[in-house]
């Protein structure tokens, strides 16, 4: 088995990734655990590959020390959440408000 072959667990941890997700609207807020639950399903070469997903490498925001890459993904038809990759663990950060802030502009 490949890393890309290998199951995304997914690391819902981050203090400020918990509160965008409960401080969404209802609706909004099930989408994104409906987005979340299929992540749980999918290999990483499934994740790179979705044309739903949209899994994107932020270049415009210098990622954290430690960490070679912080990406984009879209977690609901509105809005993208930033994650990056640490061995099968997908760890998210943030949920954008909306779409441009997620890539650093506003």
Known sequence: ??????????DLNNPVFQDNLFGLQKPERHAALDTLSKIRRLTW????RDPGL???????VRPPPGI?????????QARRA?????????????????????????
């Open 1 to 10: 088995m490949t890393l890309s072959d290998a199951k995304v667990r997914l």
């Open 45 to 48: 070469l499934q994740v790179y």
């Open 54 to 60: 949209k899994w994107e490498k932020i270049s415009s």
């Open 68 to 76: 070679d890459a912080i990406y984009s993904l879209r977690i609901t």
């Open 82 to 106: 930033t994650a990056y990759r640490e061995g099968d663990f997908m760890r998210f950060l943030t949920i954008a408000a909306d779409h441009d802030s997620t890539y650093g502009r506003k």
